[in-house]
Every structure is written in structure tokens, then in C-alpha cells.
């Protein structure tokens, strides 16, 4: 009985709604994007769309390219030379077991969805103050650690937003070890026929028989995104899903979705076209961006510990008005912290 009941227990989820203009200059969707490091999934929807912009589908293409090491050693992510090479400002975040933890000898503190069993610990290594004091203690004994005590080896997926003129050095720093480039996977497809919800910019919580919910909005989202049908056909037995109502039938929809490590700084770019996307005329009256982040990253936001539990989701939506208003929506599973 008792596994029965665990069974049918649903983890905690937790949806944060907010609306805005790109004009306001108190306007958060700048910060929300830059502060969500680790993003796997982006998708974007045109209503009214067959074709994509040139200046878009360039966009696109040029979301990578992204780096896959395999078994690099932590230590190596500590060095004054990586650090001068491909580091600002950052920190280094490791998410250990208590045995691994302790085997590293380094000071963490335990993770804060523990329980009462503390089976996981949060090291955090500011990398820009360790560069800087090369000769003190601390760096010794974060070195030795990684070196001699406990030589971690892990397979990295990195990527690294150059802002200089020379051409990206990771392949040639990492040439030692078995490092490969890739380019992020591009989906492009048109929906025809697509059934959308009647949105007002205005009303996050949707008018009866005027305009749909932003919930209701978030759902459809994953149905389309996920191919799934929308019709509620009496013979479809692998969904009864139907569109929400008010709706409208839009003659075609572009579909985009872009897969790998993509960057914050990719994402803005994309966001600021999208926001000027209305400056033509345009039947469809928004579009939206969705970003998925890795289910295994260390954090969701800025430096808020991300836990797995059973789903690993954190992820937020862009919903773009012809008005400049927008709608964002924040999404995280069990063994999070509230959105932003």
C-alpha cells in the first residue's frame, strides 16, 4: 500500500505568471534571461507565419556551436590560465554526495532539499577571488583536493560567449583531451490548420468567453510543442486534449526548436528580435519563446540550487504581444526555489 501511494503521489510543481511591457523600464525579462545559465531547449511559435525572416533563420543558425570533453579533470577548471582565458566572473558549483563530499575535503554546506537525511552537499568555488590569491591556502587546498586527494573526472558540455574579435580557443586549449564541437540541432516546421487561444494582453487571467488563461495557454504550449492532437477526437486514445476556449483557427503557424547548450546571450538576441517583430504588420497578434533548461544543472536561476527529484524542470515563456506587453511565465518542479 504504501508503494501504491508514493506511486500516486504528483511532485510538487510551481508556476509563476507575471506580465509586463518591453518598454517599461522597471521591465525584468533582460535579467530572467541572462541569470538562466543552462538552457537545452528553445522554441519559438508564429501564428501566421509559412516562412521565417532572413534575418531570423540567421539568428537561428548561429546559436552555437557548443563543446562536449570527455573525462576532463575538475582541476583543470581552476587554473589560472582557464580563468584568464574564458572567465569574468563566475563561480564554480559543484552538487556531491556525502561520500564524494567528504572524500574532497573541501567546506560546502548541505544541499536545502536534504531532509532529515543529509545525502547531497553544494560546494561553491569563486573563481575570480581564487585566481586572484593564487598563493593563499585556500587555493592550495582546493588544488591538492582536486590533484591528489579526490582526482575528479567528469564529461563537460561547455560553451563560451566571446565578446573579443579572436576566434574561439576551446577546441585548441582543450586539445589534449577528447573534445569535439557541435552545432545545436534546428527543428524548423509549419503547422497548418492550428487552433489557438484568444489572448488579451491585458488579462493574465484569461475573460469568460473573452479571452483564455495564461495556465490554459502554458498547457496548450506543451501540446503543440509535443505534436500532440488537439481535436479531442472520440477515437483518439492517447489524448483527449482540446484546444481551450475562446479559440480562433490560424491557416498556418511556424514552428521553431533549437537543441544543445545554448547561451543566455544567444537567447537575448532572439528575445530582441521577437520584440520588434510587430514593427511590420502582422496578422497574428503575439508569439512566443520558450527556453527549457537542463534537468541536471547545479542551478535554475542565478545561483538558486536545482534539485532532480523526479522531473529536473525549470524553464520560462515569453508570450509577445503586437502591442509591446508581454506575458513570462517561470516553471520549476520539486526540489526548487520559487522562480525569480
Known sequence: MATLRRLREAPRHLLVC????????KSRH??????????????????????????????????????????????????????????????????????????????????????????????SIDLMEL??????????????????????????????????????????????YQIQEHQPKVALSTVRDLQCPVLQSSELDGA???????????????????????NNEPNNFISTYCCPQPSTVVAKAYLCTITGFILPEKICLLLEHLCHYFDELKLAPWVTLSVQGF??????????????????????????????DYWLQMAVGANDHCPP
Open 131 to 176: 585566481s586572484l590569491n593564487l598563493d593563499s591556502k585556500k587555493y592550495e587546498r582546493i588544488s591538492w583536493s582536486f590533484k591528489e586527494k579526490k582526482p575528479l573526472k567528469f564529461d563537460f558540455l561547455l560553451a563560451w560567449h566571446n565578446t573579443g574579435s579572436e576566434e574561439s580557443t576551446m577546441m585548441s586549449y582543450f586539445s589534449k
Open 295 to 324: 534537468a541536471d544543472s547545479p542551478v535554475s536561476w542565478g545561483k538558486n540550487e536545482h534539485g532532480f527529484w523526479k522531473g529536473g524542470e525549470h524553464l520560462y515563456n515569453f508570450v509577445i504581444f503586437n502591442n509591446q
Open 208 to 230: 469568460p468567453e473573452v479571452s483564455c488563461q495564461a495556465l490554459e495557454l502554458f498547457d496548450w504550449l506543451g501540446a503543440v510543442f509535443s505534436n500532440v492532437g488537439l
Open 30 to 123: 533582460r535579467h530572467l534571461v541572462q541569470t538562466h545559465y543552462y538552457n537545452y531547449r528553445v522554441s519559438f511559435l508564429l501564428p501566421e507565419c509559412g516562412i521565417l525572416s532572413e534575418e531570423l533563420k540567421n539568428l537561428v543558425m548561429q546559436t552555437g556551436p557548443y563543446y562536449f570533453v570527455k573525462n576532463l579533470p575538475l582541476h583543470e577548471l581552476i587554473t589560472p590560465e582557464f580563468i584568464s582565458t574564458f572567465i569574468k566572473k563566475g563561480k564554480l558549483i559543484l552538487s556531491l554526495d556525502k561520500d564524494t563530499y567528504e572524500e574532497t575535503g573541501l567546506q560546502g554546506h548541505p544541499s536545502q532539499f536534504s531532509g532529515r537525511k543529509i545525502m547531497k552537499f553544494i560546494v
Open 18 to 25: 507575471e506580465k509586463s511591457n518591453f518598454g517599461n523600464h
